[in-house]
């Protein structure tokens, strides 16, 4: 909580206030939980925004304490027809629902919508207003007034996700949210931000968003296509035809033309780009990749082998010629087969022949012509013997009727001393000392000693860090992230406007606003 004894400057006007909520705005990433701008500024930038684009300038100033709660207007009759079809033929428990927020002290309202129950909707006003993540004006309220000034209310309810959309536009203008209320779009699919009309094609919409949304291009790539690669408005939203890319690649010289780039050098000998430039990459010459020269011999890339006094160039011709798949060729030449067995001319080694019908064994004074027999009777997982006789046990050991072999011991274990302990393994040492083998050797990789990675020692002393040092209005920061903070931006908002071209200055020049 702010001290109240404490005062704030204001970046923008640079007048000093108390550090409180009454005169700076919640913000997350700002000093003490504050915004750097004072309430009273902030207010003026919204005003002198909406007006200079020509939309509905929000009546900020809050209604008297003791202020009766205001009447909200009654709906026309083509409001109320709309209203009844949206909300015909539903069932007991409707999905799409409609709520009105009213603040009991001043008789402001906020219409809302949602899929999940009004409970738990609720519930999420109230932890993002405690939280004060989004700077919501509804949530600045409850933060101010309490929750136990608001009234929660369900109002109406839809049949579908795009008549919702419609009911929540039709109770945002019956209701005024926009203007005397809490609402900052004027609802529908994805809300009508009040921004800065724009004009495509002689028809006007509120915002670049609406219209982004009217002619099915994402938003972002509108902002993307205008500032970064400077198309206009109309390219950008695809009802004009893009500019011609230019591009700054390979010059390519061919019978005595020169080509700008291998895309132009291919469109003149009808050949694909990609095809042109693969060539090139794999040496051939400007006229043997343009097609005006032959290819260059193919030479087959491959292991030769020898099967039985005949040498194949490839293994791939050698299994075409066994009737063998070159993949299992290969397998079983890394697994150290001969190359006659590898194709199935001699028997393949011992250690991977099964044990099947060929092997005769007699177990208890019973004979079994196969393994498989034996594990048949016996009740065993035929897999189970089989690989129990391929690691070297003996029959009765591999059929249970003997001990198994004893354990080879620790595998792939090194061995630790510690303190004048010694651990068989990293694995024994960091559980002996309560630390988690990945993360002693991760620690190790770092550079850390067998002590320090174990706690028995103190850690060692932090790496410095890279971060870049900047300066913004003849003021240094230790980084980028530091200097968002004191503007009062997130650093993923000016990361953002920097991907999209901004300065440093530009990007930290206006306050982060969230929009809903």
């Given amino acids: 909580m702010a001290d109240p004894t404490a005062y704030k400057t204001c970046t923008k006007c640079g007048e000093p206030r108390p550090a409180t909520l009454d005169h700076f705005a919640p913000f997350r990433q700002g000093r003490n939980g504050l915004h750097p701008w004072c309430r009273a500024c902030l207010r003026n930038y919204e005003r002198l925004r909406r007006a200079k684009s020509g939309a509905t300038v929000r009546k900020s100033s809050h209604l008297p304490v003791d202020a009766p709660p205001r009447q909200s207007a009654s709906a026309d009759a083509k409001a109320s027809t709309l209203l009844e079809r949206i909300c015909s033929n539903l069932g007991p428990e409707p999905r799409f629902k409609a709520y009105l927020i009213t603040n009991t002290?001043?008789?402001?309202?906020?219409?809302?919508?949602?899929?999940?129950?009004?409970?738990?909707?609720?519930?999420?006003?109230?932890?993002?207003?405690?939280?004060?993540?989004?700077?919501?004006?509804?949530?600045?309220?409850?933060?101010?007034?309490?929750?136990?000034?608001?009234?929660?209310?369900?109002?109406?309810?839809?049949?579908?996700?795009?008549?919702?959309?419609?009911?929540?536009?039709?109770?945002?203008?019956?209701?005024?949210?926009?203007?005397?209320?809490?609402?900052?779009?004027?609802?529908?699919?994805?809300?009508?931000?009040?921004?800065?009309?724009?004009?495509?094609?002689?028809?006007?919409?509120?915002?670049?968003?609406?219209?982004?949304?009217?002619?099915?291009?994402?938003?972002?790539?509108?902002?993307?296509r205008m500032r970064v690669q400077g198309w206009t408005l109309e390219q950008a939203l695809g009802v004009a035809p893009a500019p011609r890319r230019t591009h700054k690649g390979r010059a390519i010289e061919a019978d005595g033309c020169s080509y700008p780039t291998i895309r132009a050098a291919a469109e003149a000998h009808n050949i694909t780009e990609s095809a042109l430039a693969t060539r090139l990459a794999l040496g051939w010459s400007t006229d043997q990749a343009l097609g005006r020269a032959p290819p260059p011999k193919r030479v087959p890339a491959g292991v030769s082998l020898v099967i039985g006094g005949v040498q194949f160039k490839t293994i791939a011709e050698a299994a075409r010629r066994f009737g063998v798949p070159s993949g299992t060729v290969r397998k079983r030449l890394r697994l150290s087969w001969s190359p006659e067995q590898a194709v199935g001319i001699h028997p393949p080694p011992a250690r991977h022949r099964t044990f099947?019908?060929?092997?005769?064994?007699?177990?208890?004074?019973?004979?079994?012509?196969?393994?498989?027999?034996?594990?048949?009777?016996?009740?065993?997982?035929?897999?189970?013997?089989?690989?129990?006789?391929?690691?070297?046990?003996?029959?009765?050991?591999?059929?249970?009727?003997?001990p198994p072999p004893p354990p080879s011991g620790?595998?792939?274990?090194?061995?630790?001393?510690?303190?004048?302990?010694?651990?068989?393994?990293?694995?024994?040492?960091?559980?002996?000392?309560?630390i988690a083998p990945q993360q002693f050797l991760k620690r190790l990789k770092l550079g850390?000693?067998?002590?320090?990675?174990?706690?028995?020692?103190?850690?060692?002393?932090a790496r410095g860090n890279n971060r870049k040092?900047?300066?913004?209005?003849?003021?240094?920061?230790?980084?980028?992230?530091?200097?968002?903070?004191?503007?009062?931006?997130t650093p993923s908002a000016v990361a953002q406007r920097m991907r999209t071209g901004m300065s440093l200055e530009d990007a930290l020049s206006k306050p982060s606003r969230t929009k809903k």
């Fill in 469 to 489: 040092r900047v300066t913004v209005k003849g003021q240094p920061f230790p980084s980028i992230r530091e200097a968002a903070r004191y503007f009062g931006i």
């Fill in 105 to 224: 002290a001043t008789g402001q309202q906020y219409i809302g919508v949602t899929e999940r129950s009004l409970k738990s909707r609720w519930r999420q006003h109230l932890q993002s207003a405690k939280s004060g993540d989004y700077g919501y004006l509804l949530h600045d309220e409850i933060r101010r007034y309490g929750p136990d000034t608001f009234d929660f209310q369900f109002i109406a309810c839809a049949a579908t996700r795009s008549d919702l959309g419609e009911l929540e536009k039709l109770l945002v203008a019956q209701y005024q949210t926009v203007e005397n209320g809490y609402n900052q779009t004027r609802g529908g699919k994805a809300g009508e931000m009040v921004g800065k009309a724009v004009t495509v094609n002689g028809k006007t919409f509120i915002s670049l968003n609406a219209a982004s949304r009217h002619h099915g291009v994402e938003e972002y790539l509108v902002h993307q």
């Fill in 356 to 402: 099947g019908n060929e092997h005769a064994l007699a177990l208890q004074g019973s004979a079994y012509s196969s393994v498989k027999a034996a594990a048949r009777a016996l009740g065993k997982n035929y897999g189970t013997v089989a690989g129990r006789l391929q690691l070297g046990w003996s029959v009765e050991q591999a059929f249970d009727l003997a």
């Fill in 448 to 461: 850390w000693t067998t002590e320090q990675a174990l706690g028995v020692e103190p850690r060692p002393p």
């Fill in 410 to 434: 620790k595998k792939n274990g090194v061995e630790v001393t510690v303190s004048g302990r010694v651990f068989a393994s990293h694995s024994d040492a960091a559980n002996a000392h309560g």
